[in-house]
């Protein structure tokens, strides 16, 4: 068992290390690298499994079943050299030439694997098993390792030349693919003088678990990174650079998830509208609108500096006050109401606004106090439209 007891424990080791990185995932441009680095995983427990089951079968002296699984072993140990030459060219974004022909050799390998196994059905040239069960390498098998050999070492050389030309995290990785060909190099030479010890499955490990840690998680962290700001983008409005009304709609998703839950009491929600923004467009464009709109969401963005604002509607804004903002929103729409006070005067932006609060023992949700403070600031709009006109 002790042929087999080290296959299982690299199997369980990159399982655990990778569990993130195996699940499935959709192929697209921007995760190519983590689509196929899953296939690496997934060629890589193939292979561990036809290991596992050789040294099981081999103990054993089951003829069929390790004739069988030898033929499983070597196929699965090429696929995975083709899928690593695959992530490598997928890592490093090269499409050109050289990745070309990086590629192409991890196929040539396989498809040479491949032919040989099936050649060593009829004629051995791979591996064959003496009269007591004993296992024998022959030529091709040691051509097969050679030509590994190879290709892991012009992957080391190619990854590290790739790593002098970058910087920053991208060297970081190239030299940890360099390293790992590397390692994979001298696990394969001890494997050519020592077939019955499981060399190939060490040296598996060993250089997927520089991989995932030096690699893989940073190219995560980007990718997650790349989402996040992209989602910001979504988020925001274009004009005023605050929250969107994708944004608004999500905010109440969450707002209404964290009051079912307990973890959200009190909230209140202020709704302010423009006055007189049809007639500045009207009369002096939508230029001039678009300005208008800046100014008015420049005074609520400064007043309520610590509350999430969102435009819902062209000259429409919503913020939602929770902590410090909420304790003090009396004090902070009473600043506010002096400014468009002052603007009123001055002929400048106008801004109605209305206040509401959650109150449990009236309110169903959000949409109750979103109405009512709706028609605060209907009523606060009037007033102002009656104070300009008299």
Not at 174 to 181: A, E, K
Not at 261 to 288: C, M, P, Q, R, W
Not at 362 to 386: I, P, S, W
Request: aromatic share 14%; charged share 20%; hydrophobic share 45%.
């Amino acid at each position: 068992m002790y042929y087999a007891s080290v296959g299982i424990m690299s199997l369980i080791v990159m399982v655990i290390i990778n569990i993130e990185a195996l699940r499935k995932v959709e192929k697209t441009p921007e995760n190519d690298a983590h689509f196929k680095y899953r296939q690496y995983l997934l060629a890589l427990i193939l292979f561990f499994v036809a290991d596992i089951l050789w040294g099981f079968f081999y103990e054993r002296r089951w003829l069929i079943p390790t004739y069988v699984n030898t033929l499983m072993f070597f196929a699965s140990m090429v696929l995975s050299v083709l899928c690593w030459t695959r992530g490598v060219v997928a890592f490093s974004g090269n499409k050109g030439k050289s990745g070309k022909i990086l590629e192409l050799s991890g196929w040539i390998i396989f498809l040479f694997e491949m032919v040989v196994l099936i050649v060593n059905l009829f004629v051995p040239i791979v591996f064959t098993f003496r009269e007591d069960k004993e296992y024998v390498p022959l030529p091709a098998r040691y051509i097969g390792l050679a030509l590994q050999m190879i290709l892991f070492l012009v992957t080391a050389v190619y990854s590290m030349v790739i790593a002098v030309r970058s910087e920053g995290m991208d060297r970081s990785h190239y030299r940890t693919i360099s390293i790992s060909g590397l390692i994979m190099l001298f696990f394969i030479t001890i494997q050519m003088f020592y077939p019955l010890m499981p060399f190939y499955s060490m040296g598996c490990l060993f250089g997927t678990c520089l991989i995932h840690t030096f690699i893989y998680k940073d190219k995560e962290i980007d990718y997650n990174m790349s989402i996040r700001l992209a989602k910001q983008k979504a988020y925001k409005d274009g004009l005023t650079g605050v929250n969107n009304r994708m944004a608004y709609l999500e905010a109440l998703v969450e707002l209404e998830t964290e009051h079912e839950n307990g973890e959200l009491s009190e909230y209140g929600v202020i709704v302010f509208d423009l006055n007189g923004l049809k007639t500045i467009n009207d009369t002096l464009g939508h230029e001039a609108g678009d300005e208008y709109i800046k100014s008015g969401c420049n005074i609520i963005c400064q007043i309520f500096a610590h509350s999430p604002v969102f435009r819902v509607g062209g000259d429409e804004f919503v913020a939602i006050l929770k902590g410090d903002d909420y304790v003090n929103r009396e004090a902070l729409l009473e600043s506010f109401r002096k400014a468009i006070e002052e603007n009123l005067r001055q002929g400048a932006v106008i801004v109605a606004s209305g206040l509401a609060v959650y109150d449990a023992s009236t309110d169903t949700g959000y949409n109750d106090v979103f109405k009512r403070a709706d028609r605060f600031m209907y009523e606060q709009k009037q007033a102002l439209k009656a104070i300009n006109h008299g």
